[in-house]
Structure formats: C-alpha cells, structure tokens
C-alpha cells in the first residue's frame, strides 16, 4: 500500500522550510584555496621579477641573472598551478554537495506554494461570499449594520484576490 503524503495544509512549514547550515569544509576549502592562489600568485610574481631582471641587465656589465634561473623560476609555477587546481576542484565539489542539499528543498517550497494558493481560493471563495451577502442586501433593500459586506466585492478586483495570484504566479 502506497503511503499517503500530508495535504500541503496538513504540513508545519515552520519546521519544514529550514535552510541547511553551510558546512565548516566549504570556508576550509575556500581558506585552502585562497592560499594555494595566494602561494600561486607570488611564483608567478617572482617569476615576472626575474624576467624583468634578465632583460634589464646591461649590456657589457656582469650579468645579475640568468636565463636558466628565469627558467626555473617558471618551471616552479607548476606544482603551484596543480595545488591551486585540486583545491578549487574541492571547494567546487563542496559547493555542489551544499547546493544539493538546497535542492532538496524543492519539494518543500512547492508545497509551500500550493498551499498558499490553496489559502487564496478558500479567502476568494470566502470574500465572494460577503459580496453575495451584500448583493442580496441590496436586493432585498436592506441596511446592513457593517460596511464589511459591500467592500467584499472590490476585494474580489484585480487589485486584490488578482493581485495575489499574479504574484504567486510570478515566483516561480
């Protein structure tokens, strides 16, 4: 036998509509993928200095560099170019996990919204009512001793019970 799921009134969306806290392993690996850009961005720094260097020198003067230290200057961005990697791909990969588990809450939020559009039927079929009521006041020309009634009916308009279904329509 299948189970039955709670009618969208029956749900607590107090308790329901949590956001997940953001798990401490996504500002590590942020921290950690920082630095390796941090680290990353000094090689390349040191590499370009030398560079700057080794075409400054002078010509007929002893030379302060050379190419081959330019070289290996270069040759060391490497590991930090792979470290810089690894560590966006686990931060990403956190990310991901993370947005998962908001994705989660679709079916929640959808609820959610379906119950709302259930309160604005019942409100509008509610209102309706009242301006029924007035109709027939009107009709029966009576006084009634609330003004409630006769504004029932411009509740009914575009700007109100209208209004709010534009919007929930619009959410999504």
Same mark, same amino acid.
């Not at 302060?64 to 931060?91: C, H, K, S, Y």
């Not at 209102?127 to 006769?150: D, H, N, Q």
């Given at each position: 036998?299948?189970?039955?799921?709670?009618?969208?009134?029956?749900?607590?969306?107090?308790?329901?509509?949590?956001?997940?806290?953001?798990?401490?392993?996504?500002?590590?690996?942020?921290?950690?993928?920082?630095?390796?850009?941090?680290?990353?961005?000094?090689?390349?720094?040191?590499?370009?200095?030398?560079?700057?260097?080794?075409?400054?020198?002078?010509?007929?003067?002893?030379?302060?560099?050379?190419?081959? %230290?330019?070289?290996?200057?270069?040759?060391?961005? $490497?590991? !930090?170019? +792979?470290?810089?990697? &690894? #560590?966006?791909?686990? @931060?990403?990969?956190?990310?991901?996990?993370?947005?998962?588990?908001?994705?989660?809450?679709?079916?929640?939020?959808?609820?959610?919204?379906?119950?709302?559009?259930?309160?604005?039927? %019942?409100?509008?079929?509610?209102?309706?009512?009242? $301006?029924? !009521?007035? +109709?027939?006041?009107? &009709? #029966?020309?009576?006084? @009634?001793?609330?003004?409630?009634?006769?504004?029932?009916?411009?509740?009914?308009?575009?700007?109100?019970?209208?209004?709010?279904?534009?919007?929930?329509?619009?959410?999504?």
């Amino acid at each position: 036998m299948l189970a039955r799921t709670p009618k969208a009134a029956d749900m607590d969306f107090a308790n329901i509509l949590k956001i997940p806290p953001k798990p401490a392993a996504i500002a590590q690996a942020e921290r950690v993928w920082r630095e390796s850009v941090g680290e990353l961005e000094a090689a390349r720094a040191k590499h370009r200095e030398m560079h700057r260097q080794y075409f400054g020198q002078q010509p007929g003067m002893p030379p302060t560099i050379t190419a081959a %230290e330019v070289d290996q200057a270069g040759q060391e961005i $490497a590991p !930090f170019q +792979a470290r810089e990697r &690894e #560590a966006q791909q686990l @931060l990403e990969a956190q990310r991901k996990a993370f947005d998962d588990d908001l994705a989660a809450l679709k079916p929640k939020i959808e609820s959610y919204r379906a119950a709302i559009a259930a309160k604005i039927d %019942e409100l509008e079929d509610l209102i309706g009512m009242g $301006a029924l !009521f007035y +109709a027939a006041s009107v &009709e #029966a020309r009576t006084k @009634l001793p609330s003004k409630m009634p006769s504004r029932c009916e411009a509740l009914l308009g575009p700007h109100c019970i209208g209004m709010l279904r534009k919007i929930l329509n619009a959410v999504d």
